[in-house]
């Protein structure tokens, strides 16, 4: 990712807005905040997660955001590079809501089998109201939104009974915002 005096170069922006929602002047100002504080291009797993709680001000944002840094990390070296980065910040604040859709499924299937179990859905909730501070009584439970969303009830969600699920009910719609 070329640079000029610490602004992206024009060749690189106009890739990153192609494949991103963000504008030039955002990205801009997006990779000088990154490169700010991570001088080498990239941002570990241990600092992403730092960072990504000091933003939401919550210590118990912790294991969701390594959750969020398992899928920014597309090439799994445990760095990401700005590219990296800001086309994650992308698909989980600025997409369209179907790639925001299947941004969110990749986050629940923590195992990458394309599809998600009852305790992945379990674990990625549990770390989301902690992330968030809702309290788990006032929300349905994992138990009640994995059984609305596995219709064929095999015992996984595969990404069509997520996004049909998701899509066809309110309810479940507000859990995913984040």
Sequence with gaps: MGSNHGKLDP???????????FNGKELNNIYHEF????????????????????????????????????????????????REFVIGLSLSYKAPLEDKLFWIFKLYDVNKSGDITMDELDKIMDSLYRFTSKARAELSTSREIFMKLDVNKDGRI?????????????????????
Excluded: C, P
């Design 11 to 21: 060749k690189d922006v106009d890739d990153l807005m192609r494949m991103t929602e």
């Design 35 to 82: 490169r700010k504080d991570n001088g080498n291009g990239y941002i570990d797993r241990t600092a992403f997660v730092q960072k990504f709680s000091n933003i939401f001000t919550s210590s118990s944002g912790s294991e969701f955001a390594d959750h969020a840094f398992r899928l920014f990390d597309v090439n799994q070296d445990g760095l990401l590079n700005f």
């Design 158 to 178: 595969t990404w069509s009974e997520f996004r049909q699920g998701i899509l066809k009910n309110k309810e479940l719609m507000k859990l995913l915002e984040f």
